[in-house]
């Protein structure tokens, strides 16, 4: 989900959905919000947020899945709108491979690089750059019990809800990071990787990953939230969510002087979340 411009609350928004690619079992669904103002007469100006749904098809009575009708795209952008379906299908693809390759090869140098300053905080903290934070101290937290009205056709809790309080809380985060409101951009792909029930304890923990400070003109926060959820009678914790924010603050917070601190990791873990965040992103922008 990426928000192009900003959106207007005083302008009449039109959403417009279509299924753009179509797998065995799965499709995509691109939606765009579109909003016109006297400032964005032609069409393509006024796209103002893009997302895009991968569903998959589930057969009710086994619970397996089920095939979906194929499509064929007809015109030029059918065609361009199936090949970046295609591509983000096969990178999702090639990440799941990676994730369950046993053994992988880290790189190592990477990983040290990004541990070398953290350690210089955790051993030397009076001679770390004032400039840089550690990760840990730019976590929050957020815990509920998942009520019947957040409850979706299916009687689970609504991915949306979810997505929401994920948002609230990368955002009150950023704030709290930055020094000033900051700015939504996009939302990364989101896993959804075991449903949440009514009356489920919800547990939401966000921390800042990264920062890229390359363009001073617009610094972009890179924000993890993580969704567990706990069974404290079991003492259980398992993850049901992973949601990627990308932030940055507006313009004339920097004509101000506000400067927006570079982020670090301290644990090998921590290391390890950011380099894949950091290629996953260079993945994305390649495609």
Known sequence: MVLKRPIHIDTDLQIEGAVTWVGRSSMEIQLEVTQSTEETQDSSDSVALTANFTFVARDSRT???APVNPISPETERERLLW???ENRNKMRKKKREE????GKVEDSSRLQALLAEGRVFCDMPALADRDSILIR?????NSLICQPQQRNIHGRIFGGFLMRRAFELAFSSTYAFAGAAPRFIEVDHVDFLRPVDVGNFLRLKCCVLYTELDNPDEPL???EVVAHVMRPELRSSEVSNKFYFTFTVRPEALNDGLRIRKVVPSTE??????LERMDAESCQTSS
């Open 221 to 223: 926060i890179n924000v």
């Open 269 to 274: 873990e921590e290391a390890r979340r950011v």
């Open 63 to 65: 619970g397996k899945s």
């Open 99 to 102: 994730s369950n390759k046993d």
């Open 83 to 85: 090949e970046e379906a």
């Open 137 to 141: 101290d730019t976590c929050f937290e």
